[in-house]
Every structure is written in structure tokens, then in C-alpha cells.
């Protein structure tokens, strides 16, 4: 004969519950979910999408010539739409069908899959209606494709505090860690939502197509909706010492008895007839799941700092590759990899030898470091046989070479300050427009100060300005000056 406790304990338990498929589809047809997959599927997203709109406004129904309507004027914006084979079976459809026949057949496609509800009133007018089960889940396709902003609110620290607060803890026990254990569930959903948008965002990033566009995704999207709200406040909570001391917590309360049979009477209080050690089963769990969330949030926190750090580095590589490429050499550099593509598709840079339609280099002998084969030269390790031994004392000579080896190196190197100190000896004071003719060229040095002035005119820290005329002219012969040993292209350069 079967234990009374143990037959009361298996009347009074929960039922058990249906799968999740015979559950749906006992609610809806099954080819409900055809309607979002195959080919036409974002044409049929966007007309359910309006129909819904309209149809939640009328709640006597919608008129079947309105609903026509709509699905008409959403198909014109798709000309590429094509019936399915099987989207009216049994009937034999013309081979050239206008919207209007297109927009009827989409209409009785969603009545037969179940998306609407099509009735005849008693004055035989006809009208449609949205079915609740589909409204429901294109509000979960809304929120998939207009996620809201990311949050971190004080979900998880509020479990904490929870945890650390003794006193509340043995009061309520039982309540206090359900309360814990919701808590924790929405954190990791808020932690997973701040995720998915900096994957987003670096999805954004990647597309770009101009510095205005990737400067909006940095400052304008992920400066408000992450880095200065939900991800500052990750980083201000400091989540790791205090989930660490809250599972400390954990632990030691699956050790505390008195807390145990607390929340043991209090389990079988809510359900009477619980077996005691089915009752202690219960609450053990519920521990052991709390302590399995919380250690689930950090490496989720991890991952979500590792997104981060990808977002900002991606970001500073597109904004570069904008910046060499959103140029007035823009055009020339489109046409040079067009022309690579069109004629090397998947051939290997050796292949360039033989390119007869490349326009030649603007630089005299220009080469790749390591040859055509690959832009990556690994570095080369000398052995301790290949370096030649020092001596192990340095003469006085030696050191007055050296020093004043570097001191020429130095004067020579064509930096931004041998730049910025010519421009500062160049008379007038800020503001002065100086043609390239009027320059002071007399020897081989104050030439070598004139290409560094050009090689910085770019440079932020560059202490003056160049105009050429002939970047803002389209049309018209380029300009020369004549200078000892050289002749340079006409500029004019303005003090700052």
C-alpha cells in the first residue's frame, strides 16, 4: 500500500505541464509561422505591420476593400514581389497578375494561415480583423527591430544589499530570496540587452560610410544610449567584490539549519501536505539557482567589456580609414581597387606586374616593404654572432662624434618644429599671407626647411597654414614659382 504522505504529497503538487509545441499550436494553425520565412517575408512583414496599425484602431473591423488597399500599396513599393507556388493551391493563376490580383491572393493567404479573421455581417458587408495571436507577436518583432535604449538599474546591487542585510534576511527568509532570485534574473536580462546594443553598434560602425556617420555612432548613439548611462553605471557599481561576498552569503546560509527549517515551514505553509524533505529539496534549490545566476553576471560582464573595447577600437579604424579615403584623392583610390578587382579576382599582388591600365605611381620608385606577395613583414631577429662587440671603454673623440652626429641628425630631420621654427623667422605676425615666391630659399638647408613646412601643413600641431590654388580650381593651368635648384608649385602659406 502507497505512503498517505507521500500520495498526499503527489495530489497537491503542481500538474505537470504540456510541451510548449502542443501548447502553440493548439492555439494556432501550423503554418502560422510560414508566413515569416521563405522569400516574400519582409514584404509580408510590412503589410502585416500596417494592417495591424490600422486594423487596432477599428475595433468594429476593417472594411476587406480598405485591407485590399493596403496590401495593394505596399506591394507597388515592392515590384519584386512574386507569388509563391503554394500561396493559392488549387487554382490556376494567370501568368501576368496585377497588384490588385496579388494584393486579393496575399489577403486570403493571411484568412488561411490564420492572421485574419475574415466575417460577413448581416448586411453582407465584409470585413477583416487582426488576430490577437498575431498582434502579439509583432509586438515581439517591433522590439527586435526598434530595441529600446539599454539600462543598468540597481537590480543586482539591490541583491546584494538584500544579501548583506542580516537582520532582513532572517525575518524573512524565504521571501527575501525569491526577491533575490527575481532581481538577479532581470539584471542578467538588462546586462544582456546592454550586449546586444554595443553589438549593434559596432554593426553600425562597420557600415559607415562617412565620418559624419561614424561620428554619430560614436558620440550621437553610443555616448547616450551606452557609455554614459547603463555602461559608466557597470563600471561605477563595482559588481565583483560585492557579488563575491554576496555568494559568501549563499554559501554560508545552505550551512545555517536554523534559516533552513525557517524557510522549510515557510514553503510548507504555502503548499500544505509537502513532504518536509520534498519542502527542503525545494528550498536548497532555490539557493543553488540564486548561486548559479550570480555567477553567471560577471562573465557577462566580461563579455560585455570585451564588446566595448571592440566597439572603441573598431571605431578608431573606420574613422582612419574614412579620413584617407573621404578625400579629394577619394575618386583615385575607388578607381585604382576597381580596377585591381575587375582584373585580379582572386590572383595573388605579384599579379600587378602585368597591369598595363594602372595609372603609374605619383612617388619616384615607390615599393612595398615586403614585395607584393603580402603588406606584412615580420621582424627579423640578428643572433648575438651577427652584432659586432663594442669596445669597452669610449674615447673623448668618440663622444664629441657622436654627439655631434646627432646634433646634424637632428638640425636635418624634417620635423614639425624645423617647420614651425622657419615659419616663426618669416616676416609679418599672425595672419600674414606669404605667396611661395616670396619665400627665402638660399641654400640647401632653407630647402629642406620648405619641405618640412609641406610635409606638416596637415599636422595639428602645425603653426601655420597652405593654400593651393589649384585645389579649388578645377579648370586652368597649374602655377609654378622658380626657386634656386627646384621649381615649386604655387601656394601661399598664412601664419596662425
Known amino acids: 500500500m502507497p505512503d498517505p504522505g507521500q500520495h498526499a504529497a503527489t495530489s497537491t503538487g503542481p500538474r505537470p505541464r504540456a510541451s510548449l509545441s502542443a501548447e502553440l499550436f493548439r492555439e494556432v494553425r501550423p503554418d502560422f509561422f510560414r508566413v515569416l520565412s521563405g522569400p516574400n517575408a519582409p514584404v509580408y512583414v510590412d503589410v502585416l505591420d500596417i494592417l495591424e496599425a490600422e486594423a487596432s484602431q477599428r475595433n468594429e473591423g476593417m472594411a476587406r476593400q480598405e485591407a485590399l488597399n493596403i496590401i495593394a500599396d505596399t506591394l507597388a513599393r515592392h515590384p519584386e514581389f512574386q507569388l509563391e507556388p503554394d500561396i493559392a493551391p488549387g487554382e490556376s493563376l494567370p501568368e501576368s497578375l496585377t497588384v490588385r490580383d496579388k494584393a486579393r491572393a496575399v489577403l486570403e493567404y493571411f ?52 544579501l548583506a542585510n542580516h537582520a532582513e534576511l532572517a525575518r524573512q527568509p524565504y521571501e527575501h530570496l525569491q526577491y533575490c532570485r527575481d532581481n538577479t534574473q532581470q539584471g542578467i536580462v538588462e546586462l544582456r540587452a546592454m550586449q546586444k546594443s554595443v553589438e549593434r553598434l559596432i554593426r553600425r560602425q562597420v557600415e559607415a560610410q562617412t565620418l559624419g556617420d561614424n561620428l554619430s555612432v560614436v558620440f550621437d548613439q553610443y555616448a547616450e544610449q551606452v557609455g554614459h548611462t547603463c555602461y559608466s553605471e557597470l563600471v561605477r557599481s563595482h559588481l565583483a567584490s560585492r557579488l563575491g561576498e554576496a555568494r559568501e ?41 540564486l548561486i548559479a545566476a550570480l555567477e553567471r553576471v560577471l562573465p557577462l560582464a566580461d563579455v560585455i567589456d570585451a564588446r566595448t573595447a571592440e566597439f572603441t577600437r573598431r571605431s578608431l579604424a573606420r574613422f582612419r580609414y574614412l579620413q584617407e579615403v573621404v578625400g579629394e584623392r ?167
Open 111 to 162: 484568412v488561411r494561415t490564420g492572421w485574419i479573421e475574415a466575417e460577413t455581417g448581416s448586411d453582407w458587408r465584409r470585413v477583416v480583423f487582426f488576430d490577437a495571436h498575431g498582434a502579439t507577436l509583432l509586438s515581439g518583432l517591433r522590439k527586435m527591430a526598434y530595441p529600446d535604449a539599454a539600462v543598468f538599474t540597481d537590480k543586482l546591487l539591490g541583491v546584494c544589499a538584500a
Open 249 to 289: 552569503r549563499l554559501y554560508a546560509l545552505l550551512t545555517d539549519a536554523d534559516l533552513l527549517q525557517k524557510m522549510q515551514r515557510e514553503v510548507m505553509n504555502r503548499h500544505p501536505g509537502l513532504d518536509h524533505s520534498i519542502a527542503m529539496a525545494r528550498v536548497r534549490l532555490q539557493i543553488d539557482d
Open 330 to 496: 577619394r575618386n583615385q583610390v575607388r578607381a585604382l581597387f576597381e580596377t585591381l578587382n575587375r582584373q585580379f579576382t582572386g590572383r595573388r599582388f605579384g599579379d600587378l606586374e602585368e597591369a598595363r591600365e594602372l595609372p603609374s605611381p605619383l612617388l619616384p620608385d615607390a615599393r612595398l616593404l615586403a614585395g607584393r606577395d603580402s603588406l606584412y613583414e615580420p621582424a627579423r631577429r640578428r643572433t648575438l654572432e651577427e652584432n659586432s662587440p663594442l669596445e669597452e671603454e669610449v674615447t673623448e673623440e668618440q663622444r664629441s662624434r657622436t654627439r655631434r652626429q646627432m646634433e646634424n641628425a637632428l638640425r636635418e630631420s624634417l620635423s614639425v618644429a624645423r617647420a614651425n621654427l622657419y615659419v616663426q623667422h618669416l616676416p609679418g605676425g599672425k595672419g600674414q599671407r606669404l605667396a611661395s615666391v616670396e619665400l627665402p630659399l638660399h641654400n640647401p638647408q632653407d630647402l629642406g626647411d620648405l619641405v618640412a613646412v609641406l610635409l606638416h601643413a596637415e599636422s595639428s600641431e602645425a603653426r601655420y597654414l597652405i593654400e593651393v590654388p589649384g585645389a579649388r580650381e578645377e579648370a586652368g593651368p597649374v602655377g609654378f614659382d622658380a626657386q634656386p635648384g627646384c621649381r615649386v608649385e604655387r601656394f601661399y602659406l598664412v601664419k596662425k
